[in-house]
């Protein structure tokens, strides 16, 4: 199949999954923020300013967006992100929230400061990661163009199949068209390579 008999829907999935590249999200978001994680562990292992643990969060977050990602921020927002994702998303080994993170910075025993930047760094890889999924998807699927929707539906379906659970392939199209993201992630998700799906996707293409 040449690349103009190529449907509007085969070509606004190859892009998505284009974009959703295990590799191109793992340089993208993955590496960067785990070069900002070596670069200031090592930094605290050196150095001894007196500093609160939540002044400590607070640097780290800013350092991630920052440099990590690029993201314009200033310390205020860096000082409320820090404690929201804490609060919200850490797990710590007796307790959970911001402050069972700040005893865990000060037991040297658990693994200390070190133990809870390496999981605020996982919490704030799995947040950009969601968000940068549900950008892509937001920029190639307009949610009123049903039949765009259903199109990419029957796509996944029949190329997509043995990567999809048997409830989703007994599904018209039209069931799952509000499901695309969550089929294209199972599909991702799957224990395939990413190379295996790449190459798939490009014999189709041919």
């Known amino acids: 199949m040449s690349s103009k008999e190529i449907s ?3 070509r606004v999935l190859n892009a ?12 993208r978001i993955d590496d960067r923020i ?27 977050v800013q350092r991630v967006y920052r440099e990590g990602l690029g993201r314009p921020w200033t310390l205020v927002s860096a000082e409320a992100t820090s ?41 704030i890889r799995t947040q950009e990661r969601r968000e940068c999924i549900e950008a892509v998807f937001t920029r190639h699927i307009d949610p009123t163009d049903w039949r765009l929707r259903c199109e990419i539906v029957e796509i996944l379906l029949k190329q997509y199949r043995l990567f ?12 799952l068209v509000d499901e695309i993201p969550a089929l294209v992630l199972s599909i991702m998700s799957s224990s395939t390579t990413v190379e295996t799906l790449t190459t798939l996707r490009r014999e189709k293409a041919e």
């Open 83 to 123: 404690l929201t994702l804490l609060e919200n998303h850490y797990q710590g080994m007796r307790a959970s929230g911001y402050f069972a993170a700040v005893l865990d910075a000060t037991n040297l025993e658990m693994g200390g400061m070190t133990l809870v930047l390496t999981q605020l760094a996982e919490i």
């Open 164 to 175: 999809l659970p048997p409830t989703v392939l007994d599904c018209a199209p039209s069931q």
């Open 34 to 60: 785990e070069s900002v994680l070596r670069g200031f562990i090592d930094f605290l292992e050196h150095s001894s300013d007196g500093r609160t643990p939540g002044e400590v969060f607070s640097d780290f």
């Open 8 to 10: 509007r829907g085969q």
């Open 16 to 27: 998505i999954l284009g974009e959703l590249d295990e590799r191109r999200l793992r340089t």
